[in-house]
C-alpha cells in the first residue's frame, strides 16, 4: 500500500509536462534471446501472465531459432526471475504468444506463434503446460505465423481465435504477393472446428479483436505490411456469431490505408466511449481517431498523430536522423497520472540502411491536453538495440508498471519502474466471470470514475507486435484518492459503480 | 533524331528481328538460356525492388530505369558491335571492351547483377534474398554449357560495363537520397499561391526532393531544356482561370463515373505500392516485348530509351515544380471551395505544376512511338497482380494522354498541369528518341 501525498495540481513539475518514470534496467536473472535471419526479421513476442499462482506475472519469451523459455516470477521489491525448466513451452521456431483461459478451468493456457505448426498449450498449473492442440481439435497450418487475436463470441461456450500469416517462405525469387492465409478458428464444446480462412489475406503483423463501434459485437482489426501483398489494404472483419466472416466495406465507411503495419494498440484517449488505435510501421506512426463518433458511427477514422505529437517517425537520441522502424505499440500509464502513455518498441528490420540502424524506443507520456512527449530517454528505455516485442505490466506488484522488450538477435532487456518524483496512485482490476466460457472477460469494458473523469480500457488478447498479457487493468489516478469502477461486461450488461481500493488490485466478479 | 531508323512500321520491325538481325557478332558460345530471357528475368525483378525499396519514389524509380537500360544497351551494343551511347548521353564516355570472345547472355548476367546490386544495394532483407537468388538461379542457366573460362570472361566484362556506368553515374547529382528523399530542412515559399504539406505524414511536412531537378540530364540538351510556362495566375476571384481551374477538380471528383475512378486508380501507380509511374511504362515496353518476342537489340533499345526518357522527364519537371512551386488543389479546395472535400487518390507530397506523371508518360509515349510507330495498339496488364483489369489502347499517345487525364481525375492536378505537362513530356522524349543505336 502506498501511501497517498496531497495532490499538486499546480506543482512545477505538472507545469513542465508529465512526470517522467524512472526506469531502471533490472534482467532479475533474465538471459534470453530472440534469435534468427530471414524468418525471424518479424516476431520476437513476449506473454506476461500469472502461471504460478502469486498474483505475480511470469514471463514467456519467444527465442525464433533459440528454444523459447519460461521465467517464474520471484521479484520482492527488485526484479528476480529464474527460468522454469521443464515447462513443456521449451520449442524451437517461436515467433510470439498469446495467454488465455481457452478451457475457462482458471488456469491461464497460451497460444503459441511459431514459423510452422502454432500451438495451443494448456495450463496445468505451477508453470507447467501441455500440448493441447490435438485434444482441442486444433488444427494447424505450416505457416510463418505473425499474429493473433482471439475473443468469446456471444453465445459461444469456446474462443474464436484468430491466426495471422506472412509471407510463403518457399518463394525466395519473388515472395511479394505470396501473402499465406490467416485463419479463423471457432468452436464448440471443447473442440475447434476446422478454419475458416479470412480471404483476401495480406500479411498481417497484428490482429485485434475490438469493439470499436460499442455496439457489443468485436470486429477483428488486421494491420498488414504493405511490403508484401498486392491489392492490400488494412482491413477490418465484422465476426458476428454463426456468420460467416465478412469484410467491413467503402459502403460501410471502411476508408482505405496502407501501411507497414506491424502493431496495434488501442485505448480511449479522449473520453468519448470509443477506442483510438496506434498503428505501428515505419517512418510514421498512426493514431487513429473515429472521424465521427457516436451511435451510428462508421470505420471512417482521421489520423492524428502529428496533432498529437505520435508520430515517432525518427530517432530522437543519437546522430541518425534516418526514418524508424516500429514494432509492439502498448498503451499504459507509467507515471500513473491517469493519462495513457504510449510505448513504441523500435528496430531496424534487418540492416536496412535507409532506416535508423540504432532507433530507440519510443516513450510518449500523454499531457491533459492529449497531446504526447518524448520520453524514453530521460525514462531510461530508449534502448537502440532491435527491439520487437515488449510488455508493459506491473513485475513487482507495487503498483509502477515495468517493462519487457524482446529484441532481434540481442539480449532481452527488463527494466523496472522506479516511479516518479511526483506521488501518484493507482487502480488494478481483475475482472472476472467465474463459471464462464470467458472467465476473464475478453472484450469488456473496464471503467474507472475518479471525480468527474472516467477511464476506461477494453480488456483485449490480441495487438501489439506477437506479444500478449493476461494481467490485471491497471490505472493511474494521480493524485486522486478515491475511485469507482465498473465492468460493461462483453454481453453488454453494465455492472455497477463500486468503490476500489486505491493502490490495490481488486477484483470486479460478475 | 533519325525517323528512318527509329520510326520503324511494326511490320517491318517484327520482320527485322525474326530475320536475325540481331545476331551476337562476338559471341562464341550458346548458354542455355538468351539473352533476351536474361533480361526479362532481371527486369522483372527490378520492378518488384522498385516497389519495395524504401529510397524508390518515382524520380529515384526513373533514374534506376535509366541507368539500368543505358547498362542493358551498351552491353548488348558491345556484343553486337552496335552504335554505343557514349558521345551521345552527357558526359558518357565509352566502357570498357574486351578483346576476348565472350557470351552475350553472360556478360548481361554480369551487367545487370552488378547494377541491379548496386542501385538497390539499400533493398530490404526480402529484396537482398531475392537478389541472391536471381543471382544463382539465373547465373546457373547462363553457366550451364558455357566453358567455365568463358562464362567468367564474360561475367568480368558484364561488370565492367556496369562498374563504368555507375561511376558515371555516381556524379549526376542523384546517387544519395536519405530521408526516403524528404530533406531535413527546408524553407517553404511565403504565399498563398505556393505548396504546402498535405499530408499528415510528419516526414512528408517538407517537400519531395526539392533539389532533383539540378541533376545532370541523361539526353536532354542545352541549358534548362524543355522548360514551361507559368501556370495560370494564382488568384481567389471565383471568375478567375486559377479558380476555374480548381472548380473543375472539385467537381469532376464530386461527379466520377466508374470509368474514371477506374482510370485513376489505373494510373495510381503510388510509390511503394506498385512500381511507380516510371516503372508503368517499363512494364508496358516489357509486356509488348513479350508479347512480340523482341529480340536482344530491340529489348535494350526500348529499355535505354524508356528508361533514359522517364529520367530525364523528372527532372525536367522537378526543375519547373520547384520553379513555380503551386499549391496543390486539395490546399485551394478546402480554403475556398469545400472544407471537407477529399480527392480519390493521395495527394503527393512536393508542388503541382506540372504533374510529373503527365511529362513521363509523353516522353515515354514519345520514344515507344518512335520506336514502334503512332497507331501501335497494346493492352497494359500492370496493376492486375493488384486487383485492377488490364486497359488496351490505340496507341501510346492515347496512354499516356489517359495518364495524364487519371490526375485530374485523382483530384490532385489542375488541368493546366495535365496539358503541359504533356507538352513538357514530348519535348523531353524527342532527345531520347534521337539517339542513335540500331
Not at chain 1, 310 to 338: C, M
Not at chain 1, 365 to 393: C, H, I, K, Y
Not at chain 2, 213 to 242: H, I, Q, T, V
Request: include cysteine.
Amino acid at each position: 500500500m502506498r501511501y497517498l501525498l496531497p495532490l499538486l495540481l499546480a506543482s512545477p513539475a505538472l507545469a513542465e509536462g508529465p512526470a517522467v518514470p524512472n526506469f531502471v534496467a533490472e534482467p532479475g536473472g533474465i538471459a534470453h534471446e530472440f534469435t534468427g535471419e530471414w524468418e525471424f526479421m518479424v516476431g520476437g513476442g513476449v506473454a506476461a501472465f500469472d502461471c504460478s499462482g502469486d498474483d505475480l506475472p511470469d514471463i514467456f519469451l519467444s527465442g525464433g531459432t533459440a528454444p523459447s523459455a519460461l521465467y517464474r516470477n520471484l521479484s520482492g521489491a527488485a526484479l528476480s526471475f529464474a527460468k522454469a525448466e521443464d515447462s513443456g513451452l521449451e520449442m524451437d521456431m517461436v515467433s510470439g504468444a498469446y495467454p488465455l483461459d481457452i478451457d475457462a478451468d482458471g488456469i491461464t493456457d497460451l497460444a503459441v506463434l511459431r514459423v510452422g505448426e502454432s500451438r495451443l498449450m494448456r495450463g496445468l498449473g505451477d508453470c507447467k503446460f501441455e500440448d493441447a492442440s490435438a485434444t482441442w481439435g486444433f488444427q494447424p497450418h505450416d505457416l510463418w505465423t505473425t499474429a493473433f487475436a482471439a475473443t468469446w463470441e456471444k453465445g459461444a461456450d469456446w474462443p474464436t481465435l484468430a491466426f495471422g500469416s506472412y509471407i510463403d517462405r518457399t518463394e525466395d525469387l519473388f515472395p511479394w504477393g505470396s501473402c499465406t492465409e490467416n485463419l479463423l478458428y471457432r468452436g464448440r464444446k471443447g473442440q475447434f472446428d476446422a478454419p475458416l480462412p479470412l480471404k483476401p489475406s495480406f500479411c498481417p503483423l497484428s490482429m485485434l479483436f475490438t469493439d470499436w463501434n460499442r455496439s457489443g459485437t468485436p470486429a477483428l482489426r488486421v494491420s498488414n505490411d504493405r511490403e508484401y501483398y498486392k491489392g492490400g489494404q488494412e482491413q477490418m472483419w465484422h465476426v458476428a456469431p454463426a456468420e460467416p466472416p465478412r469484410l467491413y466495406t467503402p459502403d460501410e465507411g471502411w476508408a482505405r490505408l496502407r501501411i507497414w503495419g506491424m502493431g496495434i494498440a488501442s485505448n480511449d484517449l479522449n473520453g468519448d466511449g470509443f477506442p483510438e488505435y496506434v498503428l505501428t510501421s515505419m517512418a510514421d506512426t498512426k493514431l487513429q481517431t473515429l472521424a465521427e463518433p457516436g451511435p451510428e458511427t462508421k470505420p471512417r477514422y482521421a489520423d492524428v498523430a502529428l496533432a498529437k505529437g505520435a508520430t515517432a517517425h525518427r530517432p530522437y537520441i543519437g546522430e541518425e536522423l534516418k526514418p524508424s522502424t516500429g514494432w509492439h505499440a502498448q498503451f499504459a500509464d507509467v507515471n500513473n497520472d491517469g493519462y495513457a502513455d504510449l510505448f513504441l518498441a523500435k528496430g531496424n528490420v534487418s540492416e536496412m540502411p535507409d532506416f535508423a540502424m540504432k532507433d530507440p524506443n519510443n516513450l510518449l507520456l500523454q499531457r491533459p491536453d492529449g497531446t504526447f512527449e518524448e520520453a524514453g530517454d530521460r525514462a531510461g528505455v530508449a534502448s537502440t538495440l532491435t527491439g520487437r516485442g515488449a510488455a508493459l505490466a506491473d513485475l513487482n506488484g507495487d503498483g509502477w508498471l515495468d517493462l519487457v522488450v524482446v529484441n532481434r538477435n540481442g539480449p532481452t532487456e527488463v527494466w523496472r519502474n522506479g516511479g516518479t518524483d511526483t506521488a501518484a496512485n493507482w487502480v488494478a482490476l481483475v475482472p472476472l466471470m467465474e463459471g464462464q466460457p470467458n472467465r476473464n472477460a475478453a472484450n469488456a469494458w473496464v471503467e474507472l470514475r475518479a471525480g468527474d473523469r472516467v477511464q476506461r480500457q477494453e480488456v483485449l488478447i490480441g495487438g501489439g507486435h506477437a506479444s500478449g498479457m493476461l494481467v490485471p487493468v491497471h490505472f493511474g489516478l494521480g493524485g486522486a484518492d478515491a475511485a469507482e469502477a465498473r465492468v460493461i461486461w462483453p454481453d453488454g450488461t453494465e455492472g455497477a459503480w463500486v468503490p476500489v481500493e486505491v493502490n490495490e488490485t481488486t477484483g470486479l466478479a460478475k | 533524331m533519325e525517323p528512318l531508323s527509329l520510326t520503324l512500321p511494326r511490320r517491318k520491325f517484327l520482320l527485322l528481328t525474326a530475320a536475325g538481325l540481331a545476331l551476337p557478332l562476338r559471341a562464341a558460345a550458346a548458354t542455355a538460356i538468351s539473352p533476351e530471357a536474361v533480361i526479362s528475368s532481371w527486369y522483372r525483378l527490378v520492378l518488384e525492388l522498385v516497389r519495395h525499396t524504401a529510397t524508390y519514389s518515382p524520380p529515384v524509380a526513373s533514374r534506376a530505369f535509366g541507368y539500368l537500360g543505358v547498362t542493358t544497351w551498351e552491353t548488348v551494343a558491345q556484343c553486337n558491335g552496335l552504335q554505343s551511347l557514349a558521345g551521345q548521353l552527357n558526359d558518357l564516355t565509352p566502357p570498357p571492351v574486351s578483346d576476348q570472345p565472350l557470351d552475350t547472355a553472360a556478360v548481361l548476367h554480369g551487367a545487370l547483377t552488378a547494377a541491379v546490386g548496386k542501385l538497390f544495394e539499400n533493398t530490404g532483407p526480402t529484396g537482398q534474398r531475392a537478389l541472391q537468388a536471381m543471382v544463382e538461379k539465373l547465373g546457373a542457366k547462363v553457366a550451364d554449357g558455357l566453358d567455365p573460362a568463358l562464362a567468367k570472361a564474360s561475367l568480368d566484362q558484364g561488370a565492367a560495363i556496369a562498374g563504368h556506368i555507375l561511376a558515371w553515374a555516381a556524379t549526376d547529382g542523384g546517387a544519395v537520397v536519405e530521408n526516403m528523399g524528404f530533406p531535413q530542412t527546408y524553407a517553404l515559399t511565403e504565399g498563398p499561391a505556393h505548396w504546402v504539406p498535405t499530408s499528415p505524414i510528419r516526414m512528408q511536412q517538407l517537400p519531395l526532393l526539392p533539389d532533383w531537378g539540378k541533376n545532370r540530364p541523361f539526353a536532354m540538351k542545352g541549358d534548362l531544356p524543355c522548360g514551361l510556362p507559368p501556370p495560370p495566375d494564382y488568384s481567389e476571384d471565383p471568375a478567375s482561370s486559377f479558380y476555374s481551374e480548381a472548380k473543375e477538380v472539385y467537381d469532376t471528383g464530386k461527379s466520377l463515373t466508374d470509368e474514371q475512378k477506374a482510370i485513376a486508380r489505373f494510373w495510381s501507380d503510388d510509390p511503394m505500392l506498385s512500381p511507380t509511374p516510371p516503372g508503368h511504362w517499363i512494364s508496358i515496353f516489357l509486356q509488348i516485348a513479350e508479347r512480340d518476342g523482341l529480340m536482344a537489340p530491340q529489348l535494350a533499345d526500348g529499355l535505354a530509351r524508356v528508361g533514359i526518357a522517364v529520367a530525364d522527364g523528372f527532372i525536367a519537371c522537378w526543375r519547373v515544380k520547384f520553379e513555380y512551386d503551386l499549391l496543390r488543389p486539395v490546399t485551394y479546395i478546402r480554403r475556398f471551395i469545400d472544407p471537407k472535400w477529399d480527392p480519390l487518390l493521395i495527394t503527393p507530397p512536393f508542388p503541382e505544376y506540372p504533374s510529373g506523371h503527365s511529362t513521363q508518360s509523353a516522353a515515354a509515349a514519345a520514344v515507344l512511338t518512335a520506336i514502334f510507330g503512332p497507331d501501335f495498339a497494346f493492352e497494359d496488364a500492370t496493376p492486375v497482380a493488384d486487383g485492377l483489369p488490364a486497359r488496351s489502347f490505340p496507341s501510346f499517345d492515347a496512354a499516356a494522354e489517359e495518364a495524364a487525364l487519371s490526375r485530374l481525375y485523382g483530384g490532385i492536378h489542375y488541368r493546366a498541369a495535365i496539358d503541359r505537362g504533356l507538352e513538357q513530356g514530348a519535348c523531353v522524349g524527342a532527345f531520347a528518341a534521337g539517339l542513335k543505336t540500331l
